[in-house]
T-cell receptor, first 114, second 115 residues
């Protein structure tokens, strides 16, 4: 039972264009969402997060949008750069007693072509 | 700050052998976690700890054990290794309070093969 789903295993975009990575979740108790970036042979690194009380958070080229009614979030990267090529994981945190654990999606491999 | 460090980077085990994966963080984080990542899959939580002396099971704890005697160290023990434990193992830590409370910082991983 996957509670966090990233339905696109891969995405390819041209340098300078927008990359949009999507994530859906099923557990309405999730109250905080994070995006991680992972290069091969390295550990995931934190990218950006959003609380469920917001619908948008922006950090430089990265913006995360949250649509609670649709249980959907997306990560926008503008403009995309070749160095952004990596696997991107969506993660969600539950509220209440389990509020230190994250549930991860399977990841989306982003390739930015020069 | 070195952040989260893991040793070894690679290891090949024979079926039935045991080993300990080491994890150390120098950020004074209260919370620490062990994940495994199988090919094409997300990270699955094995065990976690909310402080020294306190550990609890995650999603996939069978075949593993942990201990947390200090804030810095959170070793993962594999007893009687099985081929199903072939995976990449990541250790992570998070502050548990203040700015970035929920952000987990990951180590570089240990690639384990059991044959």
């Amino acid at each position: 039972d996957q509670q966090v789903k990233q339905n696109s295993p891969s995405l390819s975009v041209q340098e300078g264009r927008i990359s949009i990575l999507n994530c859906d979740y099923t557990n309405s108790m999730f109250d905080y969402f994070l995006w991680y970036k992972k290069y091969p042979a390295e550990g995931p690194t934190f990218l950006i997060s959003i609380s469920s009380i917001k619908d948008k958070n922006e950090d430089g080229r990265f913006t995360v949008f949250l649509n609670k009614s649709a249980k959907h979030l997306s990560l926008h990267i503008v403009p995309s750069q070749p160095g952004d090529s990596a696997v991107y994981f969506c993660a969600a945190k539950g509220s209440g007693g389990s509020n230190y654990k994250l549930t991860f999606g399977k990841g989306t491999l982003l390739t930015v072509n020069p | 700050n070195a952040g989260v460090t893991q040793t070894p980077k690679f290891r090949i085990l024979k079926i039935g052998q045991s080993m300990t994966l080491q994890c150390t963080q120098d950020m004074n984080h209260n919370y620490m976690y062990w994940y495994r990542q199988d090919p094409g899959m997300g990270l699955k939580l094995i065990y976690y700890s909310v402080g020294a002396g306190i550990t609890d099971k995650g999603e996939v704890p069978n075949g593993y054990n942990v201990s947390r005697s200090t804030t810095e160290d959170f070793p993962l023990r594999l007893e009687l290794a099985a081929p199903s434990q072939t995976s990449v193992y990541f250790c992570a830590s998070s502050p548990g309070r203040g700015i970035g409370t929920y952000e987990q910082y990951f180590g570089p991983g240990t690639r384990l093969t059991v044959t």
